[in-house]
């Protein structure tokens, strides 16, 4: 067992400055307390809060890594790469992110617009009333707006029934190439992860492909213990992970209080036969 694996590290979770509810430096003093020994916000397609977070990380006497997640579209499908480690003033990373949260507003209007077709009118400006960053627009906004109006119980039973593929208020919609998100992290000195690959409706054809090009571009960990999970899948992607020589990440993906059933910092550790992605990046940690 390597003593690296039975860190408590979460590389994974949402602030407001995307679609957490709470702010990075609440996320750090929760993180705290949970006993976290090293962590990383992970906001979607935005590094607007990194700054803040390393700061409050420091004020909590917690190690910090940089982190994002960037939305990726692979074979149809949407894909997450968490980058960690990076150089949050890295130009070419800033613009590809820019890049990538710009359809965002278009792509919320035709939503809104797709939702009154069924009768369900004002949703964007409803969404909006959640949205912590303007330039951060998200499905998680129009879940929100649509428990607290009373429409649906739960988040969850909104993208069920309205905000995923073939459901009235689902916009596809074109994110970064799988290229271009590794490209931006490994050339920011920072080391590219593929985030809850179990949540993914890949053949496995497909998602051999998706794992082999990642390797190609340069990615150099997958999410193996996830709050999106289940135990069945800590232990089929330990064994992709070792099949792929990829490092293993752990991650709560912790958004509210009120939504996560995962909290930050409480989920099993690392299976001892696999190497942490912390130590690929054990230099750009800050203690
Ligand atoms: P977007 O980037 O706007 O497509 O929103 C994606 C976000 O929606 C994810 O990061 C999750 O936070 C959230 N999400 C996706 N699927 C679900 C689900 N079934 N239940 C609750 N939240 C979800
Ligand atoms: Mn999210
Ligand atoms: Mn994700
Ligand atoms: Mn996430």
Same mark, same amino acid.
């Given at each position: 067992?390597? !003593? ?9 979770? &949402?602030?407001?400055? %995307? ?26 397609? /935005?590094?607007?809060?990194? #700054? ?27 894909? &997450? ?63 929100? #707006? ?6 649906? +119980? ?10 995923? /593929? ?44 998706? *794992?082999?090009? *990642?390797? /190609? ?13 289940? +135990?069945? /899948? ?7 992970? +070792? ?11 912790? #958004? %509210? !209080?009120?939504? %996560? &059933? ?26």
């Amino acid at each position: 067992m390597n !003593p690296q694996n039975i860190l408590n590290a979460d590389l994974h979770c &949402h602030s407001v400055v %995307s679609d957490g509810t709470m702010t990075p430096e609440a996320l750090a003093e929760r993180a705290k307390i949970n006993g976290v020994e090293l962590w990383a916000l992970t906001d979607h397609d /935005e590094i607007g809060g990194q #700054h803040r977070a390393a700061a409050a990380a420091r004020a909590q006497g917690m190690a910090y890594l940089t982190g994002t997640e960037i939305s990726v579209t692979f074979a149809g499908e949407t894909v &997450h790469i968490v980058g960690l480690g990076f150089d949050p003033d890295n130009e070419a990373l800033k613009q590809g992110l820019y890049n990538t949260r710009n359809g965002r507003e278009q792509r919320a209007r035709e939503m809104s617009d797709s939702l009154a077709k069924v009768g369900i009118h004002g949703a964007f400006e409803g969404a909006l009333k959640f949205v912590g960053n303007p330039e951060l627009i998200s499905r998680t906004h129009f879940a929100r #707006h649509l428990v607290e109006s009373g429409i649906c +119980k739960e988040t969850n039973e909104v993208f069920r029934k309205y905000l995923t /593929e073939g459901k009235p208020g689902y916009v596809p919609h074109r994110w970064a190439t799988l290229k271009d998100a590794v490209t931006w992290i490994t050339q920011a000195q920072g080391i590219a992860v593929i985030a809850h690959p179990g949540r993914y409706n890949f053949s496995a054809n497909a998602e051999y492909a998706l *794992f082999t090009e *990642f390797k /190609e571009h340069g990615g150099r960990g997958v999410e193996v213990v996830t709050g999106s999970h289940t +135990k069945q /899948e800590f232990i089929k992607y330990a064994e992709t992970a +070792k099949e792929f020589g990829l490092g293993a990440s752990r991650g709560s993906d912790f #958004h %509210s !209080p009120d939504e %996560s &059933h995962t909290d930050l910092g409480t989920l099993p550790f690392l299976p001892g036969d696999l190497t942490p992605v912390w130590e690929l990046v054990a230099g750009r940690i800050q203690a």
